[in-house]
């Protein structure tokens, strides 16, 4: 049986993949928010940390099935170009968490790095995600393609498997890396 959160995700992530495939970011671009985030080792770090290069951020939860089950997809991207996880707290301690995130990586062989975001970062992001894209929240999953200074270039919503978002996904993240050789 699923929880009431699990459900919430499943809809969410299944509504934003059937009405918001992937796009090009508005003239104004969205500078993702530098915020304070976790390594998988529990040390805390901000997110500018990891700009200098094109960036893929992949904004998931563990009550998303759909972001579980795509982990396949996000291992082959994460092998091709520069790729982070940002792991959204469900309400859980930051231990709790990391368990929770060590347990989805060992069970569904998950490759690629992430970074824990707390509540109240996961905030700051949704809040800018609002504002730039005049949505109600931030679904899950989410792909951001960000430059080298974190301005934000593409968005897919939803899963990688629907509205052909893998490979506008990958044209995205390829023309930033030939730009910024």
């Known amino acids: 049986m699923y929880s009431r959160r699990e459900i ?7 509504f934003a993949g059937l009405l918001l495939p992937g796009k090009a970011i508005p003239s104004e671009p969205l500078r993702f928010p530098d915020v304070s985030v976790h390594k998988e ?31 396949p997809l996000v291992n082959k991207l994460a092998a091709a ?4 996880g940002l792991y959204m707290m469900s309400g859980g301690t930051l231990e709790e968490e990391l368990l929770g995130l060590q347990t989805i990586k060992r069970n ?3 490759a690629f790095q992430n970074l824990v975001v707390p ?16 949505s109600g929240y931030l ?17 897919s919503v939803g899963t990688l ?9 990958e044209q995205a993240i390829v023309r930033l890396e030939e730009q910024y050789k």
């Open 81 to 84: 170009h520069n790729l982070l």
């Open 161 to 169: 498997d629907r509205n052909n978002n893998y490979a506008r996904l």
């Open 139 to 155: 679904p899950v999953p989410t792909f951001f393609v960000l430059d080298p200074i974190g301005d934000v270039q593409h968005i």
């Open 41 to 71: 080792n529990g040390q805390e770090t901000s997110l500018h940390k990891f700009y200098g290069k094109p960036l893929i951020l992949n904004v998931w939860a563990a009550f998303c099935r759909p972001c579980i089950e795509e982990i």
């Open 108 to 110: 569904h062989a998950a």
């Open 8 to 14: 919430m995700g499943l809809i969410g992530a299944s």
């Open 119 to 134: 509540t109240g970062s996961s905030s700051i992001i949704n809040k800018a995600y609002v504002r730039h894209t005049s």
